[in-house]
């Protein structure tokens, strides 16, 4: 498969990336904060090694695939650190929340002053790792020659992501009132709070559109039918994921998880199917499908293949998935065993 090809060197280069962030972490970052930093790194590297796939996607042209590596590396790490943030610090005040999750959107809209996002938060300011981050990020957009034309579809997905992180945070007892709330405000889809919000929280349509802008053809149209192909069903089926490999950890912490909403594994396991097939068909209709329909048959691989699934004892909706996913998704599978054994992910 043609996508498999362009792995190695591509997981080589986003390892490189994540490298430099935990120089950079170790460096800037006080005591109370450098050990979420680096665990947000070292715990989450498959995140920015998987989404770095994208700067592979037909729409790269070869010249710009180490830049936008870079920015997808940097983008995801924000995302992996804010949330490593409010998870462990104890924090459930969602002002202070959407403060720091204003870095992500920050990322997206080059306008923005890039200041403030600690205020009140109660283990202080991070010594500008956030900034760099951020900062990093809008340097390699500022080089991506369409990103004009998918800047307003970027930044409404990037103001999803942080509405949705910032109340999935809260106070136990309200944060699902407030999900839902949030759900009936900016859903339109037939789908339930949780997996909206698993569909808000998911960065692949983002590097999707990151990808479109890298060819300076770029339209708004183009932007427009990259978000419907992958917003909500593909993004939704990505997070969804992500929670079922983590669903005991996060019990053990008391963290939010968006797959023990579901009345049993049957029916989480029919929805994720479900948003697996919505997915084939959206994506097929994309110029340069044949790559995004990979990304899709590899999601499946890329989270099954972590050792979380037998240690949680998941195995059987494991293999459930993966055969309903199919023969390219089962090679996928062995490769990512193989990539993991080598240490590539």
């Not at 060819?215 to 079922?244: M, N, Q």
Request: charged share 25%; hydrophobic share 40%.
């Amino acid at each position: 498969m043609k996508v498999l090809a362009l792995c190695i060197p591509q997981l080589r280069r986003s390892r490189r990336e994540l490298a430099y962030w935990e120089r950079r972490a170790s460096a800037l970052c006080p005591p109370k904060i450098r050990p979420l930093a680096l665990s947000s790194i070292r715990a989450k590297a498959f995140h920015s090694i998987g989404g770095s796939i994208y700067a592979c996607a037909p729409t790269v042209p070869n010249h710009r695939r180490d830049d936008l590596t870079r920015t997808i590396v940097a983008l995801q790490t924000v995302s992996d650190y804010l949330d490593t943030l409010v998870d462990r610090s104890g924090c459930v005040d969602r002002g202070i929340h959407e403060n720091l999750h204003r870095a992500f959107v920050d990322c997206l809209d080059m306008g923005t002053p890039v200041a403030g996002y600690f205020d009140g938060f109660p283990l202080g300011y991070d010594g500008g790792y956030l900034d760099s981050l951020v900062r990093k990020v809008r340097e390699g957009i500022e080089c991506l020659p369409g990103y004009p034309s998918v800047r307003d579809v970027a930044v409404t997905l990037g103001r999803l992501y942080a509405g949705m992180q910032s109340r999935k945070h809260t106070d136990p007892g309200v944060r699902d009132v407030e999900m839902a709330e949030w759900h009936a405000a900016n859903c339109t889809e037939a789908m339930r709070w949780w997996e909206f919000g698993a569909a808000a929280g998911s960065t692949l349509a983002i590097f999707a559109l990151l990808a479109l802008a890298a060819d300076k053809r770029a339209s708004a149209e183009a932007a427009t039918l990259t978000r419907a192909a992958y917003f909500p069903y593909v993004c939704a089926f990505h997070i969804l994921l992500d929670y079922l490999i983590d669903r005991n950890e996060d019990e053990a912490h008391g963290d939010m998880n968006f797959t023990s909403y579901y009345s049993n594994d049957e029916e989480m396991l029919e929805s994720l199917c479900s948003f697996f097939e919505h997915g084939k068909r959206g994506l097929g209709m994309l110029p340069g499908a044949w790559f995004h329909l990979a990304l899709l048959s590899g999601l499946p691989a890329l989270y099954l293949s972590d050792r979380k699934v037998a240690q949680g004892g998941i195995d059987h909706i494991a293999r459930d998935i993966m055969r309903r996913a199919g023969a390219d998704s089962a090679r996928f599978f062995n490769a990512c065993l193989a990539f993991r054994y080598s240490g590539l992910l």
